[in-house]
């Protein structure tokens, strides 16, 4: 253990801490807890959006697929800019003048908002539902990197380095709700730009440039070389829609569209775009060449997600190799607070009937509970980050996305299809990926979008919303 490094480490986590108490001051409601009050600004929201969308499976997770798949992973690079497109031209600006109006402080109650009482109750509890089984496996599989980190780098045993990211984590977004969790998002953002493309360029020169590369590409041999993964046919159409299909699941995360809800005018969407769209092509593309590099000079990595850590540790000074550390951990937990957030909504705001006195208390309490049982989930997880982010990433996006797009095209969707439409994308989701000849084939949120989405079509009608 390098003093530099858990210096570099403990200064940044000081940094965050602080955060979640500056923000703790500005949170004195639900609205504050959980939208910042309607007021950020284009950066910390395209900063904070993006961040939260990517997640360790952005850093270790894809550079592990370039790693391990080889020139085909190149396709996660339009998949994942075409979903932050589709975000922001189709649903930011419709949902934030949608959640205003409706006075909406969560997604869940946006979906509901129009019905009769009694079907908008069973929306709710639905949703509910859905975002609890989703979003508790993916924080977990946060939880899960942090100790994977840490136990690379650090040589800090599993289970304690879990508890350990999950405890801070917890610290700034229970002290300091949605400004807490948003402010340090795009720090995080910021932190995890400075690596990827310090780490790429650095790795290019270890490999000899582009041409050394390519030729280091080459001479692993099979199909690591050639982007359409040795596919033909329908094997390669299944295969590119799978992988391109990633950025239908955008619309549908509740942890990323809550900062469109949080957005203060219609021309911060505009600046928030162009924001965001450049991070992510700095992300993935450097993810991608730092995967790619790691293959040609680390061949027989046993886990391909650890190729970051084992870049940071060997071309890297201990200073250099903390802020990439730092990196890596951003992307955890630039996820796992805003997830915990909207599971806090959840379980504290969308589903008690009456809500408490002390709402805030009541807030902070109950993400302390989630997180405690997040920490324990990532124990249990199966090992591969990038399979199980991908899961929980499509059961969100097949029952959310499809609706909330229908809805904010100014179509009202009768409560019933409403309700078939959530639960036909989760469960398509489960069966899909439980058949193995199935999710081998096609990824499952393809055919889980779709069947959701015929439900949301059909259940469009000219009821006017009850109000």
């Known amino acids: 253990m390098n003093p530099s490094l858990l210096w570099t480490l403990l200064v940044y986590q000081v940094c965050l801490l602080g955060i979640g108490l500056w923000a703790s001051r500005r949170t004195q409601n639900n609205s ?18 993006a961040a939260s969308s990517s997640s360790a499976w952005t850093l270790l997770g894809v550079s592990g697929a370039a790693y391990t798949q080889g020139l085909s992973a190149l396709w996660l690079f339009p998949a994942c800019l075409g979903g932050f497109l589709f975000n922001w031209l189709l649903v930011a600006r419709p949902l934030r003048r949608a959640a205003k109006q409706t006075a909406a402080v969560t997604l869940t109650e946006y979906l509901a908002a129009g019905s009769p009482p009694r079907q908008a109750r069973a929306l709710v509890v639905s949703a509910s539902w859905i975002i609890l ?9 946060q939880f899960q990197a942090a100790g994977k980190t840490f136990a690379e780098t650090l040589d800090i045993e599993f289970h304690t380095a879990v508890w350990v990211g999950g405890a801070v984590v917890l610290a700034y977004t229970m002290s300091g709700g949605f400004w807490a969790a948003s402010v340090t998002d795009m720090l995080q953002g910021l932190v995890m730009v400075v690596a990827s493309v310090a780490m790429p360029v650095a790795a290019l020169f270890a490999v000899g440039g582009l041409s050394g590369l390519w030729q280091g590409m080459q001479q692993v041999g099979g199909s690591f070389a050639d982007p359409w993964a040795a596919k033909h046919g329908w094997t390669l159409l299944a295969f590119l829609v799978g992988t391109l299909g990633i950025g239908l699941g955008y ?22 775009t162009w924001i965001s769209l450049a991070w992510g092509t700095v992300i993935y593309g450097g993810m991608l060449l730092t ?8 061949a027989h990595l046993e886990d391909g997600e650890t190729v970051l850590m084992r870049f940071a540790g060997e071309l890297f000074s201990p200073i250099w190799g903390g802020i990439f550390l730092a990196a890596i951990l951003s992307a955890i937990m630039s996820t796992a607070d805003s997830q915990l957030l909207v599971c806090g909504s959840t379980v504290a705001y969308d589903l008690p009937r009456q809500r408490p006195r002390r709402e805030v208390l009541w807030n902070r309490l109950t993400i302390l509970g989630l997180g405690v049982a997040a920490i324990f989930a990532a124990i249990q997880l199966p090992p591969s980050i990038f399979d199980t982010v991908l899961f929980a990433w499509s059961g969100l996006g097949s029952a959310f996305g499809p609706l ?10 009768h409560p019933t299809w409403a309700l078939a439409a959530l639960w036909s994308g989760f469960f398509t989701t489960l069966l899909w990926a439980h058949f193995q000849p199935l999710g081998g084939i096609l990824y499952e949120l393809i055919p889980a979008f779709s069947v959701s989405l015929l439900c949301s079509l059909c259940g469009v009608c000219r009821q006017k919303p009850v109000h």
Do not use: E
Request: glycine content about 14%.
């Open 32 to 49: 504050d807890f959980y939208l910042g009050g309607r007021g950020l600004g284009p950066w910390v929201a395209a900063l904070s959006s």
């Open 133 to 141: 089984l989703s979003l508790l496996v993916y924080v977990a599989s």
């Open 291 to 298: 995967g790619w590099c790691g293959r040609v000079l680390f």
């Open 404 to 413: 909330l797009l229908v809805r904010l095209r100014g179509h009202f969707v």
């Open 251 to 272: 619309p549908g995360q509740p942890h990323v569209v809550n900062r469109f809800m949080a957005l203060r005018s219609d021309q911060d969407v505009r600046t928030g």
